[in-house]
């Protein structure tokens, strides 16, 4: 079993930056591929970004590609999985959750291939 926290959301101005923070609890990130998605009010919950738990390389979503990074680290013996949110844009405006994969996962952008979801944490862009 695995546990996610997700905090850092918040009420920003374009062009801001925000860092998402997902606490985990339970198994180490190096057995789970890691993600972040996004819900906006009346859309369905996409693909934001996912770190390979191999090599810690980042997938994005190509409208965020250049202005997120997704990381992890393990100060402390606390796993934690971060996504930093520069040049934020209205359309950025979601719930943001952090999800672990299903055992075998190395990467993946594909939402059913999560197994673990956090409560979410709101991120609203507005001038």
């Known amino acids: 079993q695995v546990q996610l926290v997700e905090s850092g959301g918040g009420l920003v101005r374009p062009g801001d930056s925000l860092r998402l923070s997902c606490a985990a609890s339970?198994?180490?990130?190096?057995?789970?591929?890691m993600g972040w998605f996004r819900q906006a009010p009346g859309k369905e919950r996409e693909f934001v970004a996912a770190?390979?738990?191999?090599?810690?390389?980042?997938?994005?979503k190509d409208s965020v590609q250049g202005r997120f990074t997704i990381s992890r680290d393990n100060a402390n013996g606390k796993d934690t999985l971060y996504l930093q949110m520069n040049s934020l844009k209205p359309e950025d405006t979601a719930l943001y959750y952090c999800?672990?994969?299903?055992?075998?996962?190395?990467?993946?952008?594909?939402?059913?291939?999560?197994?673990?979801w956090g409560q979410g944490t709101q991120v609203t862009v507005s001038a």
């Open positions: 999800a672990a994969g299903r055992p075998g996962v190395v990467v993946t952008k594909i939402i059913g291939q999560y197994s673990y």
């Open positions: 770190l390979n738990r191999f090599n810690g390389y980042g997938l994005y």
């Open positions: 339970g198994r180490t990130f190096t057995d789970y591929g």
